[in-house]
């Protein structure tokens, strides 16, 4: 497995999907915006239009599609990984001292199930029994859920020269960079193949935030990068200094956002779907005021790379019609800007590339799926009257590992 991806639309070989599982029914109306939710979906038929989703992926372009539950128990068959993997997720709520009885009295498989879904103080003592567990508050997570991990874009990003490990803004994700973090720096499908770009050893005292639906692969020599309400501007720095110290990227571009809901990541306001053709949200993209580009300067007195950043007052339409030759864009809602923004609220500009013009994409976004089809994109609808509750599309629900190059 060659975890470098030059482009967003080669031929899809291998990608991480997560199936939504009993995290979800973690969500009530009174949590839902602690854990960055709007909607209370329907976990069963989530799980049915996912399992469409995946199906789709495989059939389509039989590419190999890996379940993050099995990654996760295919790992933890190292007994160090597994106690490692307890213990630091038990830490995030101070709960460390159970680590023993759970590692003692549960599966593997049902610590994989755990360390995603979440285990309140109440459901271990079926397991755990003692004054100290009867004396804790019952409702309390001893390992908190993560029901955002079905959106497998964000935890980390494969690029051209390697993986950007995120580190992410809310603390009601940190979880989910850990558990990929230890799956890419242990699996045997990916150990011998991992080259992390971020974060650097030197800087994980303090680490800046960023999040892989702000990370978008240009072409061969060029990564954008969405400065965000969850991707802070130093972090965008110290991966462009990583990424041009290595020499085949000659250009990261730090796309500014606004902190909107409705275009929260970069993924959000376009997404590249063949060499010269991008699906963009008409509304985001005149929004953004500014892009700024960081090249290679040369290197100080120690050997580290010294960053050139000019930035401008343009379009970001303008920006990537200089990167992308005869650059053609297609706008969600077919340009009409009341079924543009309805369709934006459900990520219309968020579809999966599987192969050049060949998306998968929402089938309540007709009229985005009408405009790409009018240009010759083969659209392949997935169902998505729950997935698209959490507010993310196709592209948000995947993790590309490996892709033709182009």
Known sequence: MNLRLNSEYGRLKAVITHRPGREIERLTPANTSELLFE?????EGMQ???DEFTSLIRN???AQVYRLHDLLVEVM??????HRLVNEMLDKTNTSFLADDILTRYSTAEIAHMLVAGIKIKE???KIKGEVIAQMEQENYAINPSPNLYFMRDPAAVVQDGVICSHMKFSGRHGESTLLKT???NHPDFKHTFHPIYPIASDITDTPTIEGGDVIVLSAKALAIGCSERTDEKAIELVAAQMLTFGNVERIYRVDLPPKRNFMHLDTVFTIIDENLIVTYPDAMSSILQTCVYQKEGEDDKGNTKLNKECVSESIISVLKKEIPYLEVVETGDGNPDFSSREQWYDGANVFAVSPRRVISYNRNKYTNRAMREVGVEVIETSSSELSRGLGGPRCMTMPLWRIEV
């Open 77 to 82: 068959l190292n007994q160090v990984l597994k």
């Open 60 to 62: 389509t372009v039989e």
């Open 183 to 185: 799956i890419f720096e």
């Open 39 to 43: 909607d209370v979906p329907y976990l």
């Open 124 to 126: 271990l003592k079926r």
């Open 48 to 50: 049915k239009e996912h």
